[in-house]
């Protein structure tokens, strides 16, 4: 996978190699085979630090926690293409026609013809790795863009940049595959980030004063120092110093404008127009709290808040929430959604507290406060209780109001503060889950739709992701007898790409909306104008699947998954599916519907007390069965479960565990059991 990290900042930095340090740890779980970075500092010295391990171990004994400077570009690796040596690290810094230094994730799939393109033409390439590859192929074009202009204006920055911007847009028409990059030229300290195909994340901030410009492959790494986002689509660069950037395209790509509905062509190398929103996560959200000493630990329990807001949606809010609301009426609420939404969705953080501090000060919240605190008296201990806050705060403005209340708090104005949040988040979360209701009924009635034609449905998707729509396929089959064909991409390219037609349903799943398979696969469904109804369900909603490929999106609502094994967003996909089946049972009048979505409700409750009534079960579970070698997870009808089993043994234990139906383990697998099994 590896991801890459960038930043200039505006002056001198002493804590350079200390930032660094935070951004590639933030990365590890992208790659542990090697890390490394190079940092320049204001006199133009680059100090080059990279090796084999884990960024956890190398910050501290590459000395990368002790460089000052004023750039960074940064990488971990997960290796694909070359072995896992100090040559195949990244960053590279090349000086064969001119000198730059770069780094990129993902992988360039001709690397071998480049490799010989390079070498033919002169250059030194000292590795087999395909990030080489993309810095020299940069290089050459750089070199070749600035050999068409005298020598005294080849150092001017502003022709270095229109030169640098020619070369990528050269290089990415050469260059196959999927990949973001950063690259920088040390003249003029300008950098760019390259989105083509992977991830890739761009903010604007301060660093105690030090202002920067960051880009990261990881959006909580990028949250960790900023909440100011920089607008990045797929086939998209952006140029950036210490303040000023300017973003492009990087080849001839469609934007759709979700709100309208409007589509906009960009040609390569057009400059577009991208604004700077402040990012609705919080970084609070991303951290490791107590009692918890793993991630996976706490992603784990997590799941109980996830699912619970998720029922809630599926019901027009949580029963706390519309609680509140039906208080809050008498006093009046019209409107209070579209001032979340003012309040939450302005461009600058000090308009937000202006208009959140009118709102809290005005006679309307006056009138609520005295409803809410007459009917509920014990909400004003309950709503500083951070189980309430991560439980019953549930829009999409939650992170925003909640940053607001903080900011603005003081002793007599603390609780009115958090109650004006929370009124703002109720009204807004009513909102928000009439149009997930809407969503919902457009794609049962999709589903049934292509059900009743006879048309296929398909979900596609990798990894938990495929095993909770395995889930979702057995809960359709089952509870609305509907079939869906769940996929993996290959898989689908393989069996069914050439066989599509009108009337088919594709449903793209993915936790990050990022999937790069799922994302090609969705395109060129496109390309095909059948018509075919494309859907995402995903939790990263300002994804590429949910904002620009999809012709709508469900969102899970989990929050942002932080470790690496999936853990929370597997739980609320297959709560999402259980209740999109119910739904589409329910349109066709199926017995025994009713007391599904009923007794749904009932589910966090229980996943809670499953988990408080069998940790010390798994804890004498865990002991017997973590040092052996190889284990089998057997299953009857929902194998599904006991593959996702297995994945997560696979990815935290690290050694060989296969989940199958039990009736195939007779088939071969059994043959292999012995003392270690």
């Not at 991801?3 to 935070?22: E, F, L, P, Q, T």
């Not at 609705?280 to 918890?292: A, I, Q, S």
């Not at 996976?296 to 809630?312: C, F, N, P, R, W």
Request: proline share 3%; glycine share 8%.
């Amino acid at each position: 996978m590896c991801g890459v990290i960038g930043m200039v900042c505006r002056r001198h930095n002493k804590d350079m190699g200390v930032i660094a340090s935070r951004l590639l740890r933030s990365l590890e779980y992208r790659g542990y085979d090697s890390t490394g970075v190079a940092c320049q500092d204001d006199q133009g010295r680059i100090f080059l630090r990279k090796d084999v391990g884990a960024p956890s171990a190398l910050v501290k004994t590459l000395g990368i926690e002790d460089l000052e400077g004023r750039i960074i570009c940064g990488q971990v690796r997960w290796a694909t293409f070359g072995a896992v040596t100090r040559e195949n690290s990244q960053p590279h810094e090349v000086r064969c026609k001119t000198h730059i230094y770069g780094a990129h994730n993902g992988n360039v799939t001709n690397t071998v013809e480049v490799k010989d393109f390079l070498v033919r033409r002169g250059h030194t390439v000292v590795s087999d790795n395909d990030g080489e590859m993309l810095v020299h192929a940069i290089e050459h074009h750089f070199a070749l863009e600035l050999g068409r202009h005298e020598s005294a204006r080849q150092a001017d920055p502003l022709t270095r940049r229109e030169c640098m911007r020619a070369a990528i847009l050269e290089a990415s028409r050469f260059l196959e595959g999927s990949y973001a990059a950063v690259i920088v030229d040390p003249a003029t300290g300008w950098s760019w980030g390259i989105k083509s195909g992977s991830s890739l994340y761009a903010g604007v901030g301060a660093y105690e004063g030090n202002e920067f410009v960051l880009v990261s492959s990881d959006l909580t790494a990028v949250l960790n120092f900023t909440k100011n986002l920089i607008q990045l689509y797929e086939d998209e660069f952006v140029e950036y110093n210490d303040s000023e950037f300017a973003v492009f395209s990087l080849r001839e790509h469609k934007v759709r404008t979700r709100q309208t509905g409007a589509v906009k062509v960009y040609a390569a190398g057009e400059r577009i127009e991208a604004p700077v929103t402040r990012s609705k996560l919080r970084v609070e959200d991303t951290g490791l709290r107590k009692p918890f000493e793993y991630y996976m630990h706490q992603e784990i329990y997590a799941s109980v808040d996830g699912t619970y807001k998720l029922s809630g949606l599926f019901e027009g809010g949580t029963p706390f929430n519309k609680e509140l609301l039906r208080v809050a009426c008498g006093a009046g609420i019209d409107g209070l959604h579209e001032a979340a939404a003012r309040i939450a969705s302005a461009q600058e953080f000090k308009e937000s507290m202006k208009e959140f501090a009118a709102f809290r000060d005005s006679q309307i919240f006056e009138k609520l406060r005295e409803a809410v605190n007459q009917a509920l008296p014990a909400f004003k201990q309950d709503v500083f209780r951070k189980e309430f806050i991560a439980r019953e705060f549930v829009s999409k403005h939650a992170p925003v109001l909640l940053d607001l209340a903080e900011e603005l708090k003081s002793p007599d104005m603390k609780y009115r503060n958090m109650l004006a949040a929370k009124l703002l988040d109720a009204a807004a979360g009513r909102a928000e889950a009439a149009k997930f209701l809407k969503h919902a009924e457009d794609f049962t009635g999709a589903v049934l739709g292509a059900w009743r034609e006879r048309a296929r449905i398909y979900t596609i998707s990798c990894g938990t992701s495929f095993h909770a729509s395995k889930t979702a396929s057995l809960f359709f089959n089952e509870i609305a007898g509907i079939d869906i064909i769940p996929l993996l991409p290959g898989n689908f390219r393989g069996q069914y790409a050439k066989s599509l037609r009108t009337g088919d349903v594709l449903v793209g799943i993915s936790q990050s909306g990022e999937t790069k398979d799922l994302i090609d696969i969705f395109n060129d469904v496109e390309r095909l104008g059948l018509g075919i109804r494309k859907i995402a369900v995903v939790n990263n909603e300002n994804s590429t699947l949910g904002q620009e490929k999809s012709d709508f999106y469900l969102p899970i609502m989990c929050g942002p998954e932080i470790s690496v094994p999936a853990t929370k967003s597997y739980m609320s996909q297959v709560m999402l599916f259980y209740h999109l089946a119910i739904m589409a049972a329910e349109k066709r009048d199926l017995p025994g519907a009713r007391a599904r979505r009923d007794s749904a409700a009932r589910i966090p409750a229980l996943i809670a007390e499953t988990l408080r009534t069998t940790e010390e079960k798994i804890d004498k579970l865990a002991e017997l069965l973590f040092l052996r070698p190889s284990m089998h997870i057997l299953a009857t009808r929902i194998s599904s479960v006991a593959e996702e089993g297995a994945l997560k043994i696979r990815e935290t234990v690290l050694n060989h565990t296969q989940g199958i139906e039990a009736s195939e383990f007779k088939h071969g697998p059994n043959t292999i059991l012995g003392i270690n099994s």
